[in-house]
């Protein structure tokens, strides 16, 4: 951890200031390599970390999508960011009440953290369909595809952009003397053209429009669907929403680089904008509560309450009320969810469909 910090501190001072997003990237490569930053121990929880339900839910999902496509065989079933296999074991295991989905299906992983595909890998030993893993998304063999993504679109790295009377300056990481800083670039982009107002922060998601580009050009060439699950909003907004976690706390995001997990909100709408440019269908924006609520959630509750001790039952209880929590610091209404589909399909269970962009 201390390496990283040095490491950065020696570069910025023999090159100069690095940009928020070289600096995001550097430090979120260092992370994940080097951890499993999952659970109670760890830095963060996620959904399926939390009950065995969302991944099931999500499994659902899949099934109903790909008897919509036609049931193509063989179809890609593609997870990014796969963390420790959970979502994507209990996925498959939802699925093994459609055989034919069972065997039409080969599971693609992409995941740059060798700690977490070892991980992976051992959730994933007896779960079913041929498993492959890959470091980055275009090396995913092309074909039909279902796909999912929970907490991957917050964890790629930003540029960051402040309001000036100069016009839209970015942000930059600097030292004043030994300690990190943020600065700012002297030269406005002129490419951004003039803020309307001093003092925005203007974030651009450079990493993940050209996953969601790649995505939506197989979708469009091989028909499919993806499921993006993430902290985010419907843009477009202005504001700094970089935050740092370390034990569950938030952290100064220059504190301890690569020592503290770092996302940023997605903006949904911008990811949504390039699926409709290239000819897709855009499902959603839903929140994770109404997402959930219309897959069954409760009733998928009520039938493993059956089956539970008294106090299983209180944990399956708990984590439907924290995954479709309601409020401002609720889980259920914080996350999002976004579909993209090749255009006829026309609708997917759990959100509402948008009109095809004309
Ligand atoms: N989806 C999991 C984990 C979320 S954490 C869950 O919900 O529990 C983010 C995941 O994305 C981790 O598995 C991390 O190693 C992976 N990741 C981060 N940046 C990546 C990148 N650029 N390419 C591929 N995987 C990445």
């Known amino acids: 951890m201390r390496a990283l910090g040095d490491h950065v501190r020696a570069m910025i001072a023999h090159e100069g200031p690095i940009t928020v997003e070289r600096y995001i990237s550097l430090c979120l490569s260092h992370y994940y390599a080097t951890r499993d930053p999952l659970g109670a121990a760890g830095d963060f929880t996620t959904a399926p970390e939390i009950s065995q339900m969302f991944g099931e839910l999500i499994g659902l999902w899949m099934l109903e999508v790909w008897n919509a496509m036609g049931r193509p065989a063989p179809v890609h079933l593609v997870e990014l960011g796969?963390?420790?296999g959970t979502l994507m074991a209990d996925l498959l295991r939802a699925t093994k009440l459609?055989?034919?989905f069972g065997a039409a299906v080969e599971v693609h992983l992409v995941e740059t953290s060798p700690?977490?595909?070892q991980r992976q890998q051992a959730t994933l030993a007896s779960s079913g369909p041929?498993?492959?893993?890959?470091a980055r998304l275009e090396d995913v063999p092309e074909g039909p595809m279902l796909l999912v993504a929970n907490e991957f679109f917050d964890a790629l790295p930003v540029r960051q952009?402040?309001?000036t009377e100069?016009?839209?300056?970015?942000?930059?990481?600097g030292l004043d003397g030994d300690r990190l800083i943020f600065g700012l670039r002297g030269e406005a982009d002129e490419a951004l053209g003039r803020p309307l107002r001093i003092g925005d922060v203007l974030e651009w998601p450079v990493a993940s429009l050209e996953v969601m580009h790649e995505l939506s050009r197989r979708l469009a060439r091989d028909t499919g669907a993806i499921l993006a699950i993430d902290y985010?909003?419907?843009g477009p907004a202005f504001g700094d929403t970089l935050q740092a976690l370390k034990k569950h706390t938030p952290v100064d995001p220059l504190q301890d680089p690569g020592g503290a997990d770092l996302t940023t909100h997605v903006d949904f709408q911008r990811l949504a904008q390039v699926a409709s440019t290239l000819g897709l269908r855009v499902h959603g924006l839903g929140t994770q509560r109404d997402f959930l609520l219309a897959l069954g959630v409760e009733a998928r509750a009520a039938s493993l309450k059956k089956r539970a001790s008294p106090a299983q039952s209180a944990e399956i209880d708990a984590a439907l009320a924290r995954l479709t929590e309601r409020g401002d610091k609720g889980m259920g209404d914080?996350?999002?969810v976004l579909a993209v589909t090749h255009k006829d399909l026309e609708a997917v269970p759990g959100l509402p469909p948008r009109p095809l962009a004309p």
């Open 115 to 117: 700690v977490l595909r």
């Open 161 to 163: 952009f402040l309001a």
């Open 98 to 100: 459609l055989p034919d």
């Open 166 to 173: 100069r016009g839209w300056c970015e942000r930059l990481v």
């Open 130 to 134: 041929p498993v492959q893993w890959h």
């Open 82 to 84: 796969p963390g420790r």
């Open 334 to 336: 914080l996350f999002k």
């Open 232 to 234: 985010g909003y419907w």
